[in-house]
């Protein structure tokens, strides 16, 4: 055991010195596991935004080259074992990841404040990280859930809904969302008549939509995935007439469950996040010119923790995440001149002359709280079996 | 007090999906049991037989929608029926000729034939993800509903709506003619009465001269056409996923074993049984007693016994039950 850890210091170390010309950046997300098919864009939007601050010549602090990780986004010991030797294998200077809230927390705690690594997650989103234990190491271009659940609050009182039922996939990603949903929703005077969980990957939800028919509320809110228990949920509601009208919460967002549901589903509505920011409609070009689809979920918010822990770097004038970290918030918000993608360049030649920049971003980030995105939602409708725009928020 | 629309509410959320679900569990537990009877062995490749029998239908039935032949208001599925039983009776025996065959003729232990039907279970479970996949596969078309809820209350003008899904009917007929056909073949027949005396008693069967070999060939493909159109309908009425059918392994021995093993009117009560104890005790009884008692007395709470993700637990506390009072389940099977 001694050996080993004199090895492992001993590697690290030798890393830290090779490392002297290359900024190395840890990219941590799901590539095996339940959201791999929305890792590759993630991981292409971080790579993304690596290769802009390569190619712009301004960050002399080194190369800087990602290396990968996989979180699994359900594993604990794996994700924390990979983070472990992006940490002390590859001596990686920050981390962008993980990805799925559960093992965020994990490598949060086990990997990251050990070894005094800043991390910044594109798609953590459970309330509970917001007041994890994080010794100002900790970042999220992606927003708290307990946001969502306003935004749900907001939107359902605006329309004058007093009750609703509502059923949530049965993880932390679910439970955290009805909870949250649950309290804001109360904090607007609405009822939820029952928050019933239904479990993913069954064939049959007719016994779930039983119980919530039973409790009653003018809607259903669903708080689960598109591709699977949720889409079932809505099925059966619609064939024994006890819903009509849903709302679809940021996992049920998806032109695939129109052509699953059809007719029936007008009339729903829901939100996501997203802008309208000139950011956006700049990433998803410079996406499309790279090759991967910058619509993908959380690509634009993995572009975004890549580049801020890059322009914080530049900032600090350190690598060392103790000096980064501290720069991050700042960059992020205003004031300064405003930097979109594409703009990292010009944004590295403003700090080192030392202007303030605020990091617009793909995803036009605003950190707030323990360092988390403000959020961003995009309300839509289904009407005529298209998903409309109603507004942001 | 409104017995009608407490009446409707009951039907639409309980009865109606609780006698489908039956039906369709009814039907698995027969193959189950008559493979036990005659074959003397639990076989956990049933659940996997359906789903190799729904997938072989489903591949048939897109092929027939892709040719512009369908069944009307029915769906297409029971068009490809017949060749997807075809395809899997022929796949049993191939099994059975290639495996359990050779560990009949060793009189091998019943839980060495178990285990080997485990082996076959994991190649079949393989076979069906290579060909067709592990997603959601829908393949149901036809008009959708009998009675959808929005009709039914214009219709009767009741506060609450009962829709009844083409695919529970044809479920439900389907099964109440596979049930009649089966137990005519079982008592009428001359195959079937040697297939029960080789149940009742294997080496009298054979000295009476009743051939072993057809026997269990005539077993194996009452048992895959059995599985075939359990799985079609369960995948009609619901949706057809490897995983799923590889779990609905667990609710079918419960049904099985609850009737009493062996015995065929035992599966089909047994089906019934789980599947309106899964639905009934995990149901919300709130808007039923509300419609029933006055208003001042309306139930605050959901009047919901446990959660539906207790389902499967339901089944099963009713198996431990039933094989702690009565071993050899209801209707007196062979002991476990």
Known sequence: MKKLLLASAATALMAGAASAQEVKLGVLLGFTGPLESITPAMGAGADLAIKEVNDSGKFTLGTVSAVRGDSTCIDAAAATAAAERLVTADGVSGIVGGDCSGVTGAVLQNVARP????????????????????????????????????????ILSEKGIKSVALTYTNNDYGKGLADSFGTAFAAKGGTVTISAPHEDGKADYSAEVASLASAGGEMLVVAGYVDQGGKGVIQASIDSGAFSTFYLVDGMYGEALIEAIGEPLNGSFGAVPGTDSEGATKFQEMATAAGFDGTSAFSPESYDAAALILMAMAAANSTNSKDWTTKVMDLANAPGEPILPGELGKALELIAAGTDIDYIGATAVELVGAGESAGNYREYSITDGAITTVGFR | MDILNALVVFLNFVFVPGLAYGAQLALGALGVTLIYGILRFSNFAHGDTMALGTMVTILFTWWFQSMGISFGVLPTALLALPIGIAVTALFVLGTDRVVYRFYRKQKAAPVILVMVSLGVMFVMNGIVRLIIGVDDQNFVDGSRFVI?????????????????????????????????????????TRTGKSMRAFSDNEDLALLSGINPDRVVAVTWIIAAALATIAGVLYGLDKSFRPFVYFQLLLPIFAAAIVGGLGSPLGAIAGGFLIAFSEVMVTYAWKKVVTYLVPESMAPEGLLQLMGTDYKFAVSFAILILVLIFMPTGLFKGKSV
């Open chain 1, 115 to 154: 070894n005094g690594i800043g991390m910044i997650s594109p798609s953590a989103t459970s309330p509970a990280l917001s007041t994890a234990e994080d010794d100002g190491l900790f970042f999220r271009t992606a927003p708290s859930d307990a946001r969502q659940g306003e935004i749900m609050a907001d």
């Open chain 2, 148 to 188: 959808a809820a929005g009709d039914f209350r214009e219709m009767t003008g009741l506060a609450e709506g009962l829709a009844i899904k083409t695919t529970q009917v044809v479920t439900v007929v389907t099964a109440l003619v596979v049930m009649g056909l089966l137990f005519w073949f079982l008592q009428k």
